[in-house]
């Protein structure tokens, strides 16, 4: 039935080309050509073919940034939405732009391209989504409502709510059920109390900005808080602005916090500064020395400072204190199986052990095909990286190693398919140049 039901779609495709071919509209055409599932170089030349046909047209330098955009070359993606905005390509060529400056990080250039848009297409859901969250982000949280409101993301807009309206924000919590967490915070009576614990919340989640903004806020109400200034310096720290002061004042209030400490750490670990990290780590773990998280912390610095034996050993102990917590477990594998290349029994056991508990994670698959590729086990290693591709169709490196894989095999054809696959998904990765050099091989 679905095999059946493909088969009517690909002739439905052909045919729409066929015919346009057939009356002439070679242009359109190749804007068919591009919305198949064909490869983006396919896709690329057929937008070059497409351009000289009609050299006014706006729409394939769009479509060429929407490609771009997906394979993250920014740069390109940007210079094609911004031909495309200059030739009059309107919303889409506006929103394209706005999420490329988006995801380089340039906020403001993208707030004010997306209100470009916006002016164009005042009722386009799309764009006030897309406001919504950059300004939430940013932590201009009634302006984000404003947006979220023309939306029907009424959990996000709960979200957004929550430190400027927090009992309209516990009413529409009720649909959403992923923000059981939020509710709780929210029922908090004391202003200064709450706004911390969202703070918490929206770090917790990836929102930065917003949690900046609420620990501001939480701190005016409470300044002699160590853990508010050591989550407020976490915060600005992950966003690339200075928190120095805000982990001064942490010290400063109560030397012996420990997360102070903690953050501190991942604030010189995220710097290169490995020789600080270790130090605020090991401060950290004198006061709390069977906190998981801040042995997995001194582990990754014992990585990069070429200590494995000793990064294996807190991992190990990090394991054994929260043995069902994926992460630890995670960076045990790829410690022992990605970069010391081991496929022993312990190092396959760890690994198991991710299976067992998250079957659906592609991680585990993919790590345990990589043990077996080491192993020369072949069949093993195709079976969980074609598992892992099944799971997470898009991995550079499950691709890369399948490559491998089929290459060892014998089959020099598919391996240089999948070679190629990874070049084209993740051209500026380490795994697309792994994948040239073994193409060539």
């Known amino acids: 039935m679905i095999r059946g039901a493909k088969f009517f779609i690909k002739a439905l495709f052909l045919l729409a080309l066929s015919l346009n071919l057939a009356l002439g509209y070679r242009e359109q055409a190749f804007i068919y050509l591009i919305s198949c599932p064909y490869s983006p170089a396919v896709a690329l030349r057929a937008l070059e073919e497409a351009r000289e046909l009609n050299p006014a047209s706006p729409l394939p330098f769009i479509l060429e940034g929407e490609i771009y955009l997906r394979q993250g070359l920014y740069d390109y993606a940007q210079k094609a939405f911004s031909i495309a905005t200059e030739m009059g390509g309107g919303v889409r060529a506006l929103t394209g732009l706005g999420d490329v ?78 923000l059981e967490g939020l509710k709780s915070i929210l029922s908090i009576s004391d202003e200064a109390v709450r706004l911390s614990e969202l703070g918490k919340f929206y770090i917790a989640i990836g929102e930065y900005g917003a949690a900046r903004a609420v620990l501001e806020k939480a701190l005016e109400l409470q300044p002699e808080s160590p853990e508010g200034w050591a989550f407020l310096g976490y915060a600005l720290s992950r966003l690339g602005l200075d928190p120095s002061h805000a982990f001064a004042k942490t010290l400063q209030l109560d030397y012996t916090f420990q997360l102070g400490h903690y953050f501190l750490g991942l604030h010189f670990l995220s710097r290169g500064d490995v020789e600080k990290a270790k130090r605020e780590f090991l401060y950290a773990l004198t006061i709390e020395p069977s906190n998981p998280y801040f042995l997995t912390a001194l582990a990754e610095a014992e990585i990069r400072s070429g200590n494995y034996q000793e990064a294996e050993n807190r991992l190990k102990r990090a394991v054994e204190l929260a043995p069902k917590e994926l992460s630890f477990r995670l960076s045990l594998a790829e410690l022992q199986i990605a970069t010391l290349m081991r496929s022993d029994q312990e190092a396959l056991e760890n690994v198991r052990k991710i299976l067992e508990l998250y079957p659906y994670d592609p991680r585990g698959w993919e790590l345990v095909g990589i043990a077996h590729y080491y192993a020369n086990r072949l069949d093993l290693a195709e079976s969980c990286l074609r598992r892992a591709l099944e799971l997470s169709s898009d991995s550079p490196r499950a691709l890369y190693y399948l490559g491998l894989v089929y290459s060892l095999k014998g089959d020099k054809g598919k391996g240089r398919e999948l070679y190629r696959r990874v070049q084209e998904i993740a051209p500026s990765s380490v795994w697309a140049q792994r994948a040239y050099w073994a193409e060539r091989r």
Not at 106 to 120: D, F, V
Not at 132 to 158: N, V
Request: aromatic content about 8%; proline content about 5%.
């Open 101 to 178: 400056l988006f995801a380089l990080g340039k906020m403001k250039e993208a707030i004010a391209t997306w209100h470009r848009a916006l002016e164009m297409a005042p009722y386009d859901s799309a764009l006030h989504l897309r406001l919504g969250r950059a300004l939430l982000r940013e932590g201009k949280f009634q302006a984000a409502a404003f947006h979220l409101e023309e939306t029907e993301d009424q959990c996000l807009l709960a979200l957004t709510l929550a430190p400027v309206s927090p009992f309209r924000a516990m009413r529409l919590t009720e649909n959403c059920p992923e």
